[in-house]
């Protein structure tokens, strides 16, 4: 069972997972000014790192991983705000087929 705590670090995970594509995004964007992007990109990438090895001490890995599907939804909530970017029904049921599969995976794969 995932304590609240253990579900909010890996939603934080999540949301760092996206904010890392969406500077590595806004870096391709501008490339004169790529370095403003990727520094934050990375520092979030460390941050991710120590929160998912906090959450894995806690929780099973196969209960864990389903959630960091999410960041593909945020990614994706996040695009069309920021770069103007169309996520159409072909890109949302791809979403769904990601997440179904990594649940299916991590809940029947044993």
Excluded at 23 to 32: C, E, I, S, T, V
Excluded at 50 to 74: D, T
Excluded at 86 to 104: E, Q
Aim: aromatic share 14%.
């Amino acid at each position: 069972m995932m304590t609240i705590w253990a579900l909010a670090a890996t939603g934080g995970c999540a949301a760092s997972e996206s904010g890392q594509q969406l500077l590595y995004r806004m870096a391709g964007k501008r490339p004169r000014r790529w370095y403003a992007f990727v520094a934050p990109a990375a520092a979030l990438y460390v941050v991710t790192w120590f929160l998912w090895a906090a959450v894995l001490k806690a929780v099973p890995l196969g209960e864990a991983l389903p959630l960091m599907g999410f960041a593909y939804v945020l990614t994706a909530l996040a695009c069309p705000c920021l770069f103007g970017e169309r996520v159409d029904l072909r890109r949302w049921v791809g979403i769904v087929f990601v997440i179904a599969g990594v649940t299916l995976v991590s809940r029947y794969g044993e």
